[in-house]
């Protein structure tokens, strides 16, 4: 009975470990860092092995107690024994005490999981999602066995096209009806089928977009640049043009050569700036704001000379929510988390490269003046979704109240 409540803390403590380890990771070696290796790079060895170690640190004890009780009571007191009490007491107590720390932690994740599971998800209200889409185009190879026989399966090729109905109170009457399509972190890469961009222009067209936003992230490497504006851009057709931003991974690429690239097939690049959309003498201003954090995300001169009133946001990363000061946002387009990419039964995502780490991972979100979405994108690095599909998302937008949609 004792051997088990100790295992469970010793199961709930390892539990805890994780949760720290992923603490560090989401929130300084992913979360913010201005260069494509992350200064902190180095915690995400050293983390683990000093929380193992703190972790291992309970077991001198639990030695000390097994070694003491097997000798006679006469021979307990001897100096040998008392010698090897100072030394594993000392580290036994810091493990002991760490072990609490740290199934505390363990418990305490558990607790706000099922907490936040028997809420749902966040609905804000002024929007209504419904049933998404799917295009499967090939069976993606998994590694490692035994995640294949845990039924894992790997979604890269999966396309889902969520649809999303979007109310705003005052939108101007020509615009109810309007259609955004919001395509993000393509990542293009050769080791992914060509077949598989195609099919996302292809879906994309299908949806018969006014507007078709780019959330950045379009290449991982300077080479597939190219390869990108050929394979993406260039069958991409929206009444009223594509307007893109940078993601973090364009600026490490080659910012510069990536704007070039797309600019050429007609892309505007709204960075720190707006545009306008016009319907007959109705207009709904767009609003692009640099990535966080290569960028220099200028929100005075993103939404400079908009009066107050219905507009759309493009940003890379959903941070940007908790900077916009009031700022008003009917719509705010992110990318950047892939929805955590590889997301586990019950925990969902749990490796979001935000210093809010899992709360703005994908979905809907709306913070004071802001309604926000984020898309779990449409590539992966490296080549592997589970239980996160690439996602093409659709928005249109109606003229209505916020409470009767
Ligand atoms: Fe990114």
Not at 192 to 209: C, D, G, K, L, S
Not at 272 to 300: C, K, M, Q
Not at 343 to 350: D, I, S, T, Y
């Amino acid at each position: 009975m004792l051997r088990f409540f100790f295992f469970l803390l010793l199961a709930f403590a390892l539990l805890g470990d994780a949760r720290i380890f992923l603490f560090v990771m989401n929130r300084l070696v992913f979360g913010s860092h201005r260069h494509e290796k992350s200064p902190w790079a180095p915690l995400m060895w050293i983390t683990p092995i000093v929380l193992l170690i703190l972790t291992s640190l309970f077991w001198p004890l639990h030695r000390w107690i097994d070694w003491m009780l097997r000798r006679e009571v006469i021979d307990r007191v001897t100096p040998e024994a008392i010698e090897r009490v100072d030394w594993d007491t000392m580290l036994g107590k810091a493990g002991l005490g760490w072990l609490m720390i740290a199934a505390a932690v363990g418990v305490y994740w558990i607790v706000e999981t099922i907490r936040i599971r028997a809420k749902g998800e966040e609905r804000p209200q002024g929007v209504r999602d419904h049933p998404p889409e799917l295009v499967t185009i090939r069976r993606a190879h998994i590694p490692f066995g035994w995640l294949r026989r845990l039924g894992a399966h790997n979604d890269v090729y999966d396309i889902e096209i969520t649809k999303h109905e979007v109310f705003v109170d005052d939108l101007p009457e020509a615009f109810d009806g309007y259609r955004i399509a919001f395509l993000t972190d393509t990542h293009v890469a050769r080791v992914i089928r060509p077949h598989f961009y195609e099919e996302v222009v292809a879906q994309t067209n299908r949806f018969e977009p006014d507007v078709i936003l780019l959330g950045g992230d379009f290449v991982t490497w300077h080479r597939h640049i190219p390869l990108m504006a050929e394979t993406l851009v260039a069958g991409l057709v929206a009444r009223d043009g594509i307007f893109a931003v940078l993601g973090n991974h364009d600026y490490w690429a080659g910012g510069a050569d990536v704007r070039k690239a797309m600019s050429e097939r007609g892309v505007q690049f709204i960075i720190n700036r707006s545009a306008v959309l016009r319907r007959g003498s109705a207009e709904l201003p767009l609003v692009g704001i640099d990535e966080v954090y290569r960028g220099e995300p200028d929100l005075d001169a993103a939404f400079a000379g908009l009066r107050w009133g219905p507009r759309i946001v493009l940003t890379h990363h959903p941070d940007l929510i908790m900077d916009m000061a009031g700022r008003r946002a009917d719509l705010m387009l992110c990318g950047h988390t892939h929805g955590g990419q590889i997301r586990f039964p019950f925990f969902g995502a749990v490796v979001v490269p935000s210093r809010y780490e899992t709360r703005f991972a994908s979905g809907f979100h709306r913070v004071n003046n802001v309604l926000m979405y984020v898309s779990r994108g449409i590539g992966a690095i490296p080549p592997l979704r589970i239980l996160c599909r690439p996602e093409i998302a659709t928005f249109v937008l109606r003229q209505g109240g916020r409470t009767k949609p």
